[in-house]
């Protein structure tokens, strides 16, 4: 599977995302599972990050809320794979669902919080709502792109993975 991600170059210089690309190409992102989280662990590093200034100066609200989530999951699937919390993969990967089902809560929560619609599969409740993000991610098999490095972006919030969940 190939993914892009289309820049747009601003006046400033900078790279500004093409909102509907990150839509298409990145959100939302998929379940870890069995067959997917060791490349969801070794390939961090290959997959996009949203930065703010990454997105046009005004509008494209839900896009950014979509970023910040990825943002989250990335930063949160780095802290269960090396961050020192697990031990063994069925740690990690009770670990990494916890982090994408807490990143993906807040982002519906952060939709829920505008005046506009939500996302579908934040309308769901439980598992129906995990099944909705899970059958609509573009790279279930957190695959990198060719050549992208992703910036460092700190966490706008902690993760703290509950073993006793697992």
């Excluded at 991600?5 to 298409?24: K, V």
């Excluded at 997959?47 to 943002?71: E, L, M």
């Amino acid at each position: 599977m190939v993914l892009k991600i289309i820049l747009l170059i601003s006046l400033a210089g900078g790279q500004i995302i093409d909102p509907n690309t990150l839509m298409e190409s990145a959100f939302p992102p998929a379940r870890p599972s069995v067959n997917n989280l060791n490349s969801a662990c070794l390939y961090g590093n290959g997959r996009p990050r949203y930065p703010a200034y990454c997105f046009p100066p005004s509008g494209y609200a839900y896009a950014q809320r979509a970023g910040k989530a990825i943002n989250r999951i990335e930063s949160w699937l780095g802290q269960c794979c090396y961050g020192g919390l697990t031990t063994g993969n069925g740690q990690t990967l009770c670990c990494a669902k916890q982090a994408w089902e807490t990143a993906l809560s807040y982002f519906c929560i952060e939709e829920y919080s505008t005046m506009t619609l939500v996302h579908e599969c934040c309308e769901k409740k439980g598992e129906e709502r995990w099944n909705c993000f899970e059958t609509r991610a573009p790279n279930p098999s957190y695959q990198p792109l060719c050549g992208y490095i992703a910036p460092m972006i700190p966490p706008d919030m902690n993760f703290n993975w509950d073993p006793k969940t697992c």
